[in-house]
């Protein structure tokens, strides 16, 4: 039996080795032999020793004298170099083999390969340092992997776990994190104070972890698995966060407690290892699965135990049925070619679970030959490598969002080396500087393409890099060979690579489309200038035409009433002598409009005084009430007592008064149904400053724009230049005040102003009177043209 277990465990796809009480190797099969190139001659007493990496020999030498003291199982790692001189990571899990008094008999082990968990997690590590930026596609993609993910603080609060460990546990992100995730009992009770007391010792060392717990899952089992925490640390070398990985080897350990409960059942061992076993003839047709296989394909032992080849069992060695489409002609290939060369061999590919889902395996197969080199039986497993096929698709879809972002961006990635002056360049970089990607990059190759202008920059950048400086920043061009010339960003900073020595990584980014961008923008904006200039000219012209026009009528209408009266029989002189004040009146009210435009637009500082309001609106009234009875107008006033005066220039609030009481006549012209009234009206508001408004029932206006009726050439009369209400606004807001439009509950509208209070030391406001919307670059155009 001890022949046919050494044959049995040799056909095994594992490594194998068992040692003495006193821990001296006396067994290791042939895949051990194989791989590391010794044979069990070698390995006895310490001869192992040779095939493990001189930097692992003292730590795994001390955790097996720990195992063999504490005669528990336990497991240690290390890397184990193979026959062509490489070192791949091993996990070695060992477990005791007690006689009826309990006495230890012998020592099992099994080495599993654990080279891509170990790259997997440098990988996520350097990930997280590299790609902050990406840190959210990276999330989802440590979401998507099949092991329990977490991040601790340094004191060992949990800080983050992914959607397996929530998925598992049952628990929320919230519920998981922070000092009430500390408290969940998701430990087996006898597990809670080894795996407390560890955690303490690697927080307190700084040291990473590796710990065997039973984890509780979200229906109340509890499985095996393994914890890695490993320490994150700054470049002052302290520690600022713990990654953990954890891994469900509940099948495994159950597997290995049923290889060490009985060496005589090798069914048993085969039946309980965390694998798809199975074995076939010389010519390639089944004849044994193992319990894990059948358990994947949906079937018991019971069902199995008679089963012929063309019965339900067969479909999962038919390729055709049990592979995935597109895996069957190369599974295939490699399985004939395996059977023809006599020799191991192992492929990938996705095979169908009894729930119909597809799940990649490892496929591996060994030949078992008798004394004479005959194959007698073939031995393989198929190892479920789902997970980590999933984490290398998220990898490399990673890798390609990352790509896909610097192309979008125009954005390249480079590290270099001051001592060495060795360049790396990311191929988004070589197609921004229209190299062959691949080729050697140079300093001199790069000053190749700097625009001869920048030069300078380029030997700064070189100078500062060689005193050490930290970070720096520049902005330059390159000429290709086109001519053609290209705008760049370069950003860098100081590090230090895995052999410690000083290198730059940084990045450059093309912004030569936001250089154009910003030149046509600066072009639009110079025209633009121009063409307001050309603008207020004409708003000017409409303001005086518009402002003077009423004062000229009057000047007309008194002429006219003069020369009536000089002309009667016999004449009015004293009319006629009235009506000529009123002339000259008229006259000089047109030149105060003039003048007081002309300092309105040239940004001449208002004349602050003090004004009686009720008195300035109680003139307007009375030169416009002709006006209003004429368009059959009703006018009413609501003048406030006791308001404060206001600070301002006269003429000009009358200006705004006035136009505001025309502007409610002429809404009104077409209003036949109802009374033509105006209300004009003061008060004190909330605010602290004195307001006026003018309400008519007229036409009214759409709510909604509002705003419009204040701007330039804006208007809804059929005669109206639109230019009324804007002066006026800038009249009000030249005095600090604001000037707006209500439409009334009824029909109408209402315009409102407000004016502060006067006070004695008040000096005119900071900001221009020419509030028109004419930029500052045009106001000193103005005021030549017209000075």
């Known amino acids: 039996m001890e022949i046919e277990q050494s044959r049995v465990l040799d056909a095994l796809p594992a490594m194998v080795w068992t040692a003495k009480p006193d821990g001296h190797a006396d067994f290791v099969n042939r895949r051990w032999s194989d791989y590391t190139g010794l044979d069990l001659d070698q390995v006895r007493i310490s001869g192992w020793q040779a095939a493990i990496d001189p930097q692992d020999l003292p730590n795994l030498t001390e955790s097996w004298r720990s195992i063999l003291a504490s005669g528990e199982p336990g497991e240690m790692e290390a890397r184990m170099r193979r026959a062509d001189g490489q070192y791949r990571w091993f996990v070695i899990h060992c477990s005791p083999l007690r006689d009826d008094v309990g006495r230890i008999v012998e020592w099992y082990a099994i080495n599993t390969d654990i080279d891509q968990r170990k790259r997997a997690e440098e990988t996520l590590r350097q990930d997280e340092a590299r790609l902050t930026a990406a840190e959210r596609d990276i999330r ?41 995730g500390k408290t969940f009992p998701h430990f087996y009770p006898d597990d809670v104070e080894r795996n407390d007391a560890a955690w303490r010792v690697a927080l307190e060392s700084g040291e990473p972890l590796t710990i065997d717990v039973r984890v509780r899952r979200a229906d109340g089992q509890y499985r095996w698995h393994t914890s890695r925490r490993v320490p994150h640390r700054d470049e002052n070398g302290r520690v600022i966060r713990w990654y953990s990985v954890g891994i469900d080897i509940d099948d495994q350990r159950r597997a290995e407690e049923a290889l060490l409960a009985s060496r005589h059942d090798l069914g048993l061992i085969i039946n309980t290892i965390p694998v798809m076993a199975w074995s076939a003839r010389p010519d390639g047709s089944p004849e044994f699965f193992n319990q894990h296989y059948l358990h994947y394909v949906g079937l018991s032992i019971g069902q199995s135990k008679d089963w012929e080849p063309a019965g339900p069992l067969s479909e999962y060695w038919d390729l055709t049925a049990a592979v995935h489409p597109d895996d069957v002609d190369r599974l295939a290939a490699t399985w004939e070619a395996i059977l023809a060369s006599g020799k191991s061999g192992e492929a990938e590919a996705r095979l169908r679970r009894f729930d119909g889902k597809y799940r990649w395996f490892l496929f591996r197969a060994n030949p078992l030959r008798d004394e004479a080199g005959n194959i007698v039986k073939w031995y393989g497993t198929h190892t479920d490598i789902h ?87 520049y902005q330059h061009r390159i000429l290709l060979p086109d001519l053609s010339v290209k705008h760049l960003h370069l950003i860098a900073h100081r ?64 002429a006219g009433t003069c020369l009536r009266m000089l002309a009667a029989d016999p ?39 003090p004004v009686d309001l009720n008195n300035a609106a109680a003139d307007v009234v009375a030169l416009f009430s002709g006006d209003l009875q004429r368009n059959k107008v009703l006018l009413q006033t609501q003048l406030a007592d006791g308001l404060p005066l206001v600070g301002g220039d006269r003429v000009q609030l009358q200006q705004v008064i006035m136009n505001l009481l025309r502007n409610a006549s002429d809404a009104m012209v077409a209003v036949d149904d109802r009374p033509r009234l105006v209300e004009l009206g003061t008060r004190l508001g909330e605010d602290g400053k004195v307001h006026l408004f003018v309400r008519d029932t007229g036409i009214g206006f759409d709510a909604q724009g509002a705003e419009r009726l204040f701007e330039a050439f804006y208007t809804t009369k059929a005669e109206g230049m639109g230019i009324g209400l804007s002066v006026s606004r800038s009249i009000v807001e030249s005095h600090g005040g604001r000037l707006w439009a209500e439409a009334n509950v009824g029909p109408g509208s209402t315009f409102s102003f407000s004016i502060h209070e006067y006070l004695r030391a008040e000096s005119p406001p900071a900001h221009s009177s020419g509030a028109i919307s004419a930029p500052t670059s045009s106001s000193a155009s103005i005021q030549r043209g017209f000075s």
């Open 495 to 558: 590090a230090r690579n895995d052999s410690g020595h000083i290198e730059y990584v940084g990045a450059v980014l093309d912004i030569t489309q936001r250089r154009r961008s910003e030149e046509a923008l600066e072009k639009v904006r110079s025209e633009l200038a121009q063409a307001t200039r050309t603008m207020s000219l004409g708003v000017l012209t409409a303001s005086i035409a518009h402002e003077v026009n009423q004062p000229l009528s009057g000047i007309v209408t008194n």
């Open 387 to 473: 997970g980590r096929k999933r984490a290398e698709d998220a990898l490399k879809r990673s890798e390609a969002f990352l790509s896909e972002g610097q192309y979008l961006a125009r954005m390249g990635n480079l590290s270099w080396q001051v001592a060495t002056g060795k360049i790396t360049w990311s191929e988004p970089l070589y197609r921004i500087f229209e190299f062959e990607p691949g080729t050697l990059v140079t300093l001199e190759r790069i000053a190749s393409r700097v625009h001869p202008e920048d030069l300078p920059l380029m030997g700064d950048m070189v100078e500062r890099a060689q005193r050490g400086d930290s970070d720096f920043e």
């Open 140 to 180: 989802q993609t440590i979401d998507t992997i099949p092991v329990f993910v977490a991040t601790y603080s340094p004191d060992g609060t949990r800080t983050f776990v992914n959607r397996t460990w929530q998925d598992y546990m049952g628990l929320t992100l919230e519920d998981a994190i922070g000092p009430s």
């Open 571 to 609: 004449p009015n002189v004293d009319g006629a002598r009235e009506t000529a004040r009123r002339t000259i009146r008229d006259g000089n009210r047109a030149a105060d409009v003039i003048a007081r435009l002309r300092a309105l637009f040239a940004k001449r500082a208002t004349i602050v005084e």
